[in-house]
Structures are given as structure tokens and as C-alpha cells.
Nanobody, 118 residues
């Protein structure tokens, strides 16, 4: 079993920054990929950023709405993925979830709330 623990959410004014972290622990042989998703009130969950591979073999994808503002990164030694969020907008307000695919199985974090005030 794998557990994911997220941290870093909170409230920030528009234009501000936040950094989310998600650490995986438990029975891990191989992390296939990891990503961040978000769900705003009344909306479906959507992909924010996705990362697979490492180093020069990394593949990263961002939602168009966050390109140039958000950066996903990983620390392999800590089994942790980060989401650096800059130039935040009120429309970025949502619950943010991390997802790891570990040994072919998807695991989700419980979510962390990000609120951006105008």
C-alpha cells in the first residue's frame, strides 16, 4: 500500500505564489509517473501538470491555463513531487490533488485547498 501526503495549500492574494508538495511512502518499487490535478467548486477534476521519467528523459505536460506560471518537479530520493505556482489568479482556486502511478497502480492524495483572493 502507498500513502500520499500533500502540503503547502493555503490562501494567497492574486499575483502571489505557493508551493505544493506531495510525498509518497509505503511499498514502492517503481514510480511510473506523477501529477497534480485540481477541482474547483462545481467543476470536474482537471489535469494541471504531469511528469514522467527523470532528468533528460523527463516528459512534462501542463494545462494551457497554467503554462508559464506553474512548474512541476520531483525529488526521487524523497519520492516527492512539487508544484510551484506563481502569478496565481482567482480562477486557480481549487482543491489540488496529487496522483502517483506506482507499480502500475494509481494513488491519490486527499487534496489541499488553494484559495486565491482578488
Amino acid at each position: 500500500q502507498v500513502q500520499l501526503v500533500e502540503s503547502g495549500g493555503g490562501e494567497v492574494q492574486a499575483g502571489g505564489s505557493l508551493r505544493l508538495s506531495c510525498a509518497a511512502s509505503g511499498s514502492i518499487f517503481s514510480i511510473n509517473d506523477m501529477g497534480w490535478y485540481r477541482q474547483a467548486p462545481g467543476k470536474q477534476r482537471e489535469l494541471v501538470a504531469f511528469l514522467t521519467g527523470s532528468g533528460s528523459l523527463s516528459y512534462i505536460r501542463y494545462a494551457d491555463s497554467v503554462k508559464g506560471r506553474f512548474t512541476i518537479s520531483r525529488d526521487n530520493a524523497k519520492n516527492t513531487v512539487y508544484l510551484q505556482m506563481n502569478s496565481l489568479k482567482p480562477e486557480d482556486t481549487a482543491v489540488y490533488y496529487c496522483k502517483f502511478r506506482v507499480d502500475g497502480v494509481d494513488y491519490w492524495g486527499k487534496g489541499t485547498l488553494v484559495t486565491v483572493s482578488s
